[in-house]
């Protein structure tokens, strides 16, 4: 299966900055959505944000106003940028394009949030 790629994780302090980017193939054709989901040490896989084809964007309530997702449709990209990171950012951060098929999953990115 096609998966997505993601970049930009790594370690940061608290109140720090990262930007995570995700490039989906182009077999993975005009997905309906894309978007971050988030698994933290030892807690379920949550969304932290989605984009729509059509620009709608959904957000975690635990990082509105921190973090903005946007979407690139002629790249077939999404990123994240997250500021004012906390330690309760941390966590996998895995990238998915959904189409009618169902979602493709990125490998996902670690990101560390240290205090």
């Known amino acids: 299966q096609v998966q997505p790629v993601e970049s930009g994780g790594g370690s940061v302090q608290a109140g720090g900055s990262l930007k995570l980017a995700c490039v989906a193939d182009r077999s993975i054709y005009n997905p309906n959505a894309m978007g971050w989901h988030r698994r933290a040490p030892g807690k379920d896989s949550e969304l932290v944000a989605e984009v729509t084809r059509g620009g709608s964007i959904e957000y975690a309530a635990s990082v509105k106003g921190r973090f903005t997702i946007s979407r690139d449709t002629d790249n077939n990209s999404v990123s994240l940028q997250m500021n004012s990171l906390k330690p309760e950012d941390t966590g996998v951060y895995s990238c998915?394009?959904?189409?009618?098929?169902?979602?493709?999953w990125g490998q996902g990115t670690q990101v560390t949030v240290s205090s």
């Open positions: 998915y394009a959904e189409t009618g098929c169902g979602r493709h």
